[in-house]
């Protein structure tokens, strides 16, 4: 049985055998057990980071340390309202800062501290701890968003090089071109991130939606 430590463009933290493209972590979620307590996060410092750095080992929820957390690629993992890592991904955290430095017209540059204080308003309701969407025209939505159809909310779909798919842990199934006709659908990506986007921050999504290794 695997471990209950990956995570969905929903934000939920799921039983999954695949292996993902990159860690994350929210604080410490398990106990003794390696089993999720009723928390799902500790703080608002939610991050993506590398599988490898340094030559750094962690034995995977070791009791007392973080827990490490698993994402398909970045694309979902940005949907589920995580930002990249200042240390073992300096260069896309930089190129993601400058992005939301763009996207929300600010005229400084913004720290870790300042994006994860906006993004953890973003990220769930207080009330059900329940992803927070909002509704929005799909063709307003740039490259690397997620949203779900209000008929089908428990399939994430995502926006790619004007198509549409469908994710799974294992990685997207084609659902073919975005309709002519626009509609409104309901974005799961924080409304921060979809700023950051559409700014030009580019994520790693799946090897098997962009053909690369």
């Not at 995570?7 to 860690?23: A, E, K, N, W």
Request: aromatic share 10%; glycine share 8%; charged share 20%.
């Amino acid at each position: 049985m695997p471990l209950q430590n990956r995570v969905s463009p929903f934000g939920d933290i799921i039983s999954d055998q695949g292996r993902g493209l990159f860690m994350g972590n929210r604080g410490i979620l398990h106990g003794n057990t390696r089993t999720l307590a009723k928390a799902r996060w500790r703080h608002a410092h939610w991050i993506i980071c590398l599988t490898s750095f340094k030559s750094r080992r962690r034995t995977v929820m070791t009791p007392g340390k973080y827990t490490e957390l698993f994402f398909s690629d970045e694309a979902s993992a940005l949907a589920a309202g995580h930002r990249p890592c200042a240390e073992c991904r300096r260069a896309a955290y930089n190129d993601f800062r400058s992005a939301w430095q763009i996207g929300h017209d600010l005229e400084h540059q913004v720290g870790a501290n300042e994006m994860d204080r906006v993004l953890h308003r973003q990220r769930v309701n207080k009330s059900d701890r329940r992803q927070i969407t909002y509704r929005a025209p799909l063709s307003s939505l740039p490259d690397g968003a997620f949203f779900s159809l209000t008929t089908d909310s428990g399939t994430a779909i995502l926006k790619y090089n004007n198509q549409l798919w469908e994710w799974s842990f294992a990685g997207y199934t084609p659902l073919g071109q975005i309709p002519l006709r626009d509609e409104m659908v309901d974005v799961r990506t924080p409304q921060s991130i979809i700023r950051t986007l559409a700014a030009g921050y580019t994520p790693v999504f799946h090897p098997n939606l962009t053909g690369k290794d």
